[in-house]
């Protein structure tokens, strides 16, 4: 069986749900990775929900992001951290990034601010932390709500710390290439009790019952809700909720997340090892940053696409496993274009369009140190014998 789903408790924990245990409905998995979160980062409160990008939408709701409002974010990320805004009546506004780490420049954040701005969504790209202090300090300053897209930084370190306390709410992901991994489902995290509150009652379709901490309609209902009068929803809400399922295989992930993350890390070692002393930039890791790696990027030294294509054919030729290309900015998308926002965006993240088609992102979530070693030299050989073609 393939040690991403077996490594831990995975089959053990589902057998539990399977046997619809009194354990189980008294101590329902999703309470237990909830409680689990909050003791690893520290935080008061954790809510499971069914998609990083759920998550997502019900923190910006509980932010009070509403039509008209402003949403400062990267285009160097994935869409829907501007689609998301869009949906709820919000403007996107682009930052651009940092050219050597490639998150979110602050000062570019600053330069964007305005009277409607109401959230600012950072992202950890690749899993490298974004310089939270500084865009925290924005933040503060300005009475914005930082919404953190921390889906590739598992347990990533911003100067000792664990990257996700310090924003006023912090999405995770556990989509099926995540350290922690459910195929889809997320988590949010947050200090701030009205936060929590306004989050878990949106992704839980309103209910009036739910609070900060948890709901008690996860595996069971009490016969007081029964009654012909009883009154459900008191606010509007879609149905985020995460499932037990899932939560058995996220918390038997999480519990060894620390081995999981480690490995990726030992892994990223070995490409620093090959691109070291190429023209191949790699992504600057400031002093007292610690990558989470969910992959290893680096900037190519290729000005055109067909040169970027040329050697991923050829490493593919060469026996090599596949790698990725940074998505397209955000408001290049065409759904984008449609909307209007790439003749309005174009030319203002002009760092983000210069590095965006050089990127090339490799896999760090092999089972093994050996499956990575193989596949890694591969790829110098690639990056070798590529070199001599062009000479």
């Known amino acids: 069986m393939d040690p991403k789903w077996t490594s831990g408790n995975e089959l053990k924990y589902l057998q539990e749900v399977l046997n619809n245990s009194d354990d ?62 869009v949906i709820m009546g919000a403007e996107p506004i682009f930052a651009d990034i940092d050219p050597e780490t490639h998150n ?26 974004y310089d939270i202090d500084e865009v925290k300090k924005i933040a503060d300053e300005n009475d914005i ?87 459900r929803n008191d606010a509007v809400g879609l149905n985020y909720r995460f499932n037990e399922f899932l939560a058995a295989i996220a918390l038997a992930q999480f519990e060894i997340a620390d081995e999981r ?10 490409y620093t090892e090959i691109f070291t002393n190429t023209n191949f930039k790699m992504q600057k890791i400031p002093e007292g940053y610690v990558s989470s790696y969910f992959t290893y990027a680096v900037e190519s030294p290729f000005e055109k696409i067909n040169e970027w294509s040329n050697f991923h054919k050829h490493h593919i030729n060469n026996g ?14 065409p759904i984008m274009k449609k909307l209007g926002y790439y003749e309005k965006c174009k030319g203002t993240c002009p760092v983000a369009e210069e590095i965006q088609p050089k990127m090339m992102q490799f896999k760090t979530n092999y089972r093994t140190i050996e499956d990575a070693k193989k596949q890694i030299s591969i790829l110098k050989s690639s990056l070798d014998s590529f070199v001599k073609t062009k000479i």
């Open 24 to 85: 189980v409905k008294k101590n329902p998995f999703t309470d237990r990775l909830e409680e689990a979160f909050c003791n690893k980062y520290g935080v008061k409160y954790a809510i499971a929900v069914n998609s990083g990008t759920s998550g997502l939408h019900a923190a910006l709701v509980a932010a009070g992001v509403k039509p008209g409002d402003e949403v400062i974010t990267t285009p160097f990320t994935v869409v829907v951290d501007s689609t998301v805004p």
């Open 104 to 129: 979110i420049d602050p000062k570019s954040i600053q330069e964007r601010i305005t009277k409607k701005t109401k959230a600012i969504i950072p992202v950890a790209h690749d899993g490298l932390p």
């Open 145 to 231: 709500i930082v919404v953190e897209d921390n889906a590739q930084a598992m347990l990533a370190e911003y100067k000792g710390r664990y990257v996700g306390k310090d924003a006023n709410i912090t999405m995770f992901s556990f989509e099926r290439t995540k350290h922690v991994s459910t195929g889809e489902g997320g988590m949010l995290i947050t200090n701030d009790e009205g936060l929590a509150t306004r989050a878990r009652k949106f992704a839980g379709m309103g209910f009036k019952n739910l609070s900060a901490r948890k709901s008690d309609l996860v595996a069971g209902v009490p016969l007081e809700y029964q009654t012909p009068s009883y009154e």
């Open 261 to 270: 993350v480690k490995l990726r890390r030992d892994i990223a070692k070995l």
């Open 320 to 333: 090599g496993d596949d790698f990725y290309a940074a998505m397209i900015l955000s408001y290049e998308e």
